[in-house]
């Protein structure tokens, strides 16, 4: 079970965490978590590229550490990137110094100060022993592409039908999703574009950049 768009009163309750970035402009960010990997993540930055649009990418440490050069091409074409953990792990189902051990590994092969929980998943110890090293960025819309009980004309609409200016968008760049990402990413990006709206970087949230 989970929210395609994240109610207000969530946003309230967690108004430490990155929801949405306030704008007045037609533009949006993308995310996309769990690469990257060699199957997916090289489309992903072909398409992206076709646009001239930027996005955010939330990373295994795993991941980067197996597939170096293609991280490195992330960052070669303007996009941000951010910790996801080395392992892909589930805050609930983990203790909270593995947890933070583990994130500091990934810190290793991920230099940012942008962090995403794995499956939106923390702990109250673990968000605030992590608050005070990173920016925890979570979302306003959540695509779906990895529930495989979904068509993939749901997820598009999922996008389609909840996004707004500012909001940020959950895709993710793995097997489990390639099937629907293949399908939604075209086609929204399409929207997007006949829509007026650009998709950015999260330079925004990066104190280097302030």
């Known amino acids: 079970m989970y929210l395609v768009k994240t109610p207000p009163l969530i946003k309230t309750i ?24 060699p ?12 646009y001239n649009f930027k996005a955010t990418f939330f990373c295994v440490g795993e991941n980067v550490k197996n597939h170096q ?12 990137t951010g910790n996801h953990t080395f392992n892909h792990l589930n805050g609930w189902h983990t203790e909270n110094e593995e947890y933070i051990e583990n994130i500091a590994k990934c810190d290793i092969f991920v230099e940012s100060n942008l962090f995403r929980p794995p499956y ?22 959540l695509s779906g592409d990895f529930d495989l009980n979904i068509s993939k004309e749901k997820c598009l609409q999922n996008v389609i039908g909840n996004y707004k200016p500012g909001s940020i968008i959950v895709f993710h760049d793995n097997i489990k999703a390639e099937e629907k990402l293949k399908y939604v990413l ?10 007026g709206f650009t998709a950015k970087n999260m330079e925004c949230l990066i104190p280097a950049y302030a």
């Open 39 to 50: 199957e997916l993540t090289p489309w992903v930055l072909d398409i992206l590229a076709k």
């Open 69 to 80: 050069d293609l991280y490195a091409r992330i960052l070669a074409e303007g996009h941000t």
């Open 186 to 195: 075209p086609l929204f990006l399409d929207h997007l574009s006949e829509n």
């Open 120 to 141: 939106g998943k923390l702990k109250p110890g673990q968000s605030a022993a992590i608050k005070g090293e990173k920016t925890i960025v979570m979302w306003d819309v």
């Open 14 to 37: 967690f108004s430490d965490l990155v929801w949405n970035i306030s704008t007045g402009d037609k533009e949006i960010y993308l995310t996309f978590d769990d690469g990257p990997i």
